[in-house]
């Protein structure tokens, strides 16, 4: 197995459009997995962890664009106030050995629909660069995941960053797993609000063959959340959220949990984080007036 070492984005993307067989490594917390139980015997890998720039984060305009191998214990100590979801569903990957290797561009490209980052890309409306030879090209989130464990990257291209939009709103991200750490989600959550839009982000995960946006659940908070007015929701609003957030799912069974499990266990999330997240508001509004 030849292993390949770029010193840089220039030289990784010249040697990915060379040899569109290498296999990029990036924290490895999924790649060397598949090699040692031998699942996988790339011809090449691509060792992305000497090419500085995918290491590096940086904020324009209200955009973070995070490099895709920012490891996940770096994304917790430095982006936890812009981005608090992204920094929660970071705190639940593994352990903190694989927190200190494992990063977003590596979830992405492993694009598992138990990921757990997937959610919250897709509730904050992310946004992933890759890059070839070829020139540059940013697609939404949603477009990125194409099937189970497949994405949209060609051959030659590498994921090179992540767009999100920094202090979005109140938002949420939690995890149903059999126990607290190093479990791999049965279901999955997020949602953000944003009042100065009236719009509403809300996403599933391994709920079904990709991670996924509950389109109907958004529409619905976005028109019947009561926006101006510092009042508990309704019980019957939170039950039809989290009923809406179910619908979106297609979930199997598997070892982890019943299809009508994970169906439950989403609208019960929903629920539950969109009470932490209004709380935030109205804790937010109270600060502003
Ligand atoms: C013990 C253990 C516990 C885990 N727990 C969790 C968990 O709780 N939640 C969770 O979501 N995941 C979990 N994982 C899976 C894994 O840690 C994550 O998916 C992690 O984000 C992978 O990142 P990485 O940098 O290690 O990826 P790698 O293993 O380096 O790569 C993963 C895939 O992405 C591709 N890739 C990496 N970087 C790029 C790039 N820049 N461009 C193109 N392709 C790229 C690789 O070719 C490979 O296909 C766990 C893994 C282990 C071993």
Redesign the pocket.
């Known amino acids: 197995m030849d292993f390949l070492r770029p010193a840089d984005l220039a030289e990784a993307l010249a040697v990915k459009a060379e040899r569109p067989d290498a ?12 090699l040692n139980f031998d699942h996988r015997r790339p011809a090449a890998l ?1 060792d ?1 962890t000497g090419v500085a720039e ?1 290491a590096q984060w940086s904020t324009s305009d209200g955009t973070i664009r995070l490099g ?2 920012v ?2 214990s770096r994304v917790i100590t430095e982006l936890g106030e812009p981005l608090p979801a992204l920094a929660m ?1 970071s705190r ?4 903190p ?2 927190r200190n ?12 629909p ?5 959610p919250v890309l897709l509730a904050l409306g992310a946004r992933v660069e ?1 890059a070839s030879v070829r020139g540059t090209r940013v697609l939404p989130a949603e477009e990125f995941y194409l099937g189970v464990k497949r994405n949209a ?1 060609e051959p030659d ?4 960053a992540v767009h999100l939009p920094a202090h979005a709103g109140p938002q949420q991200f939690a ?1 149903v ?1 059999t126990r607290n750490a ?4 049965v279901c999955s959550f997020a949602v953000n609000l944003r009042p100065s839009r009236r719009e509403v982000g809300a996403a599933v995960g391994s709920a079904a063959p990709t991670p996924r946006r509950a389109r109907a659940a958004e529409e619905f908070l976005a028109v019947e959340l009561p926006w101006d007015a510092p009042t508990a929701l309704a019980d019957s609003l939170k039950r039809r959220f989290g009923d809406l957030v179910a619908e979106a799912a297609a979930p199997i069974d598997d070892v982890r949990g019943s299809a009508d499990y994970r169906r439950h266990a989403l609208a019960v999330l929903a629920r539950r984080t969109l009470t932490w997240a209004w709380d935030e508001h109205l804790g937010s509004e109270r600060t502003c007036a």
């Open positions: 296999v990029p490594i990036a924290g490895g917390t999924d790649v060397m997995v598949e691509l992305l995918l895709a191998a490891p996940y569903a639940t990957v593994g352990s050995q694989i290797r494992g990063t977003v561009g590596g979830n992405l490209g492993a694009a598992s138990a990921g757990d980052t997937h890759v990257l291209e590498l994921i090179t995890k797993g190093m479990v791999i989600a």
